[in-house]
């Protein structure tokens, strides 16, 4: 690694530094401007201590992510083809990859809507709305790497709120009116509180109301 990481380094004295450029991949547009499909600071921790000397920002980088009304910017060798594959793999918060690395390369629950976006790095890490997060909010997250992430195969984390059920009988769930969770009355507040009321209307439905005894 120490190697390829001088190799890298070498390299980067022949490519041609510009004007730092705005994102071209793992973008979204916000309001006319190029923003990050991930939050980079969400995959800091992917990075090697190496990445802010391979790829040096031309322009002020403590600007770059607090004006949100402007293209976010990433340095130009991000987007060099001698350096692009190692800034995908080895540096994906400095040059805004995130979708790329196997933690962000899923996506969100289509009818969990914007919700995902009022997810914070504290809420992810909350024990008790990691199965919400898992299901519903695994790109947000960084979480596609995870058993149950979208609900594609069965959850068995210990500390989640709830546990998704491949073989639960949703039409025989509905016909009685029961909560399928011991946790449900303690966890009242997220009855109408989306992304989480969504879970809670399944697992809950005595609890939150929906349905008559």
């Known amino acids: 690694m120490l190697f390829s990481i001088c190799c890298f380094a070498f390299l980067i004295h022949g490519v041609k530094s510009a004007v730092d450029k705005a994102i071209e991949d793992c973008n979204k547009e916000v309001g006319g401007q190029q923003r990050p499909t991930v939050e980079p600071g969400l995959c800091a921790h992917i990075d090697l201590p190496a ?46 990859f995130c979708c790329k690395a196997k933690q962000f390369n899923c996506a969100n629950d289509p009818f969990a809507g914007n919700h995902c976006d009022a997810f914070t790095l504290e809420m992810c890490r909350n024990s008790a709305l990691r199965t919400i997060a898992l299901r519903s909010c695994p790109m947000k997250c960084g979480l596609c790497d995870q058993p149950g992430a979208g609900g594609t195969c069965p959850n068995t984390f210990d500390d989640a709120v709830f546990s998704i059920s491949e073989n639960q009988n949703a039409t025989a769930a509905q016909s009685n009116c029961r909560d399928d969770d011991g946790q449900c009355s303690e966890n009242r507040k997220y009855c109408t509180i989306e992304p989480y009321a969504t879970v809670m209307r399944g697992k809950c439905r005595s609890t939150c109301g929906h349905c008559q005894p």
């Open 51 to 96: 990445c802010a000397a391979i790829f040096p920002y031309n322009d002020a980088a403590a600007a770059i992510a607090s004006h949100r009304a402007a293209s976010y910017l990433i340095p130009d060798p991000c987007t060099q083809p001698p350096l692009k594959a190692f800034a995908e793999k080895n540096c994906p918060s400095r040059c805004a």
